[in-house]
């Protein structure tokens, strides 16, 4: 299993940014896919879910109404696109399926 996290970056408050893990190694259209994410001195946290069939859950609340996961099982990617950022959300986000992890990206939200 192979998960591979792209899109990151600085970005100013209020602007938007969408992250892609790209996935291989298992069959992607089975399996529910999650963004985590960890900012400094903090625990990783969920953020989002998207199950097998395109249920969203798991939204934590810090991000309801800004950010939303889709996943698109013909490319085996999943997609979180975030939308007015804030200071607060800057951190290195992950991709998780299960009991596996990619690397992770770096989200800098900064004026």
């Known amino acids: 299993v192979r998960l591979v996290e792209s899109g990151g970056g600085l970005v100013q408050p209020g602007g938007s940014l969408r992250l892609s893990c790209a996935a291989s190694g298992f069959t992607f259209s089975s399996y529910g896919m999650s963004w985590y994410r960890q900012a400094p001195g903090k625990e990783r946290e969920l953020v989002i879910r998207?199950?097998?069939?395109?249920?969203?859950?798991n939204l934590a609340d810090s991000v309801k109404g800004r950010f939303t996961i889709s996943r698109d099982n013909t490319k085996n990617t999943v997609y979180l696109q975030m939308n007015s950022l804030k200071p607060e959300d800057t951190a290195v986000y992950y991709c998780?399926?299960?009991?596996?992890w990619g690397q992770g990206t770096q989200v800098t939200v900064s004026s």
């Open positions: 998207i199950t097998s069939a395109g249920g969203i859950t």
């Open positions: 998780y399926r299960s009991p596996y």
